[in-house]
């Protein structure tokens, strides 16, 4: 076939594998544990002031965006991203890092262009397909 | 018990999307989306309903969960009809966790500078 699929086949010998079992093991401990703790939160939650199970699930939910973005201004929330891959990215977590962290990179280009411009430039996209999505749907609902 | 099913629930998610970057080279932002978007498409299917209801926080903390919390603004309550209605229900709950991410994520900006 044409050059570009001869050079992909080619060079596919030399490209080291992703260590699929490995990748998908961190991220299912890693995932689960933040899951769990975020459970714990939403039973802690529903036995106090929460008047709803969706309320103590976003009271935990918030709860552990706020996790995020602390420890995303410590620079730790990368090392367990890192570590555990979509166990760490593929949660509200990780889009609550995601927003912080270009946030905080991008502040030296000032409070406008610059934080208020590249906020959701990593995380949104899930956010902008999600409300796509629940609108159109809705319109249409029941 | 609940404990365990959040575990799982929460870590094949993961485990899923994890795969789909690895062996499907999505990218990382597309499948965000796809969780976020599936979330919303369960969420008014009903589906996702049960799932929180077996799993909690397991199908919640996930990114479909966001997805779900976009339907579930739509669901709850008369059906809104209308392009305004429609369109403040979609934030009814979403707007809780949407408001405080950007807020909290300047406030981290306000204090921090960036490292390395």
Redesign the interface.
């Known amino acids: 076939m044409g050059l570009r699929t001869d050079y992909l086949r080619e060079v596919k010998a030399f490209q080291p594998s992703p260590p699929y079992a490995a990748n998908a093991g961190k991220a299912f401990l890693v995932g689960g544990a933040l899951c769990a703790l975020a459970q714990w939160l939403a039973n802690w939650y529903g036995g106090t002031f929460a008047t709803s199970a969706l309320e103590a699930h976003l009271w935990a939910s918030i709860v552990m965006a706020g996790l995020a973005i602390g420890l995303t201004a410590v620079g730790k929330y990368d090392d367990i991203s890192q570590f555990a891959g979509a166990g760490a990215t593929m949660l509200l977590t990780g889009l609550a890092n995601a927003l912080a962290s270009a946030a905080i990179e991008h502040r030296s280009e000032g409070w406008m262009a610059g934080v208020g411009g590249q906020m959701l430039k990593a995380g949104g996209a899930a956010i902008i397909y999600g409300v796509i999505a629940a609108y159109v749907l809705g319109l249409f609902w029941p | 018990m ?3 099913r ?10 899923i ?3 789909l ?3 499907g080279r999505w990218t ?6 796809l ?3 599936l ?3 369960l969420g ?1 299917g009903g589906v996702y309903d049960r799932w ?2 077996s799993v ?3 199908a ?4 479909s ?3 779900y ?7 709850v309550g008369p ?2 009809s209308g ?1 305004v209605a ?2 403040g ?2 934030f009814r ?2 707007g ?3 408001a ?3 807020a ?6 306000l ?6």
């Not at chain 2, 575990?7 to 993961?14: E, M, R, S, T, Y």
């Open positions: 609940e404990y365990v959040a575990f799982l629930a929460g870590g094949l998610v993961c485990v999307a994890q795969l970057i690895d062996r990382p932002a597309g499948v965000a989306s969780l976020v978007v979330g919303v498409i008014f929180v209801a909690g926080a397991g919640m903390l996930p990114l969960g966001l997805g919390v976009f339907a579930k603004g739509v669901m059906p809104p392009l429609t369109g229900a979609v709950f979403a809780a966790l949407l405080f991410m950007v909290g994520s300047f406030a981290a900006a204090i921090c500078k960036p490292k390395g």
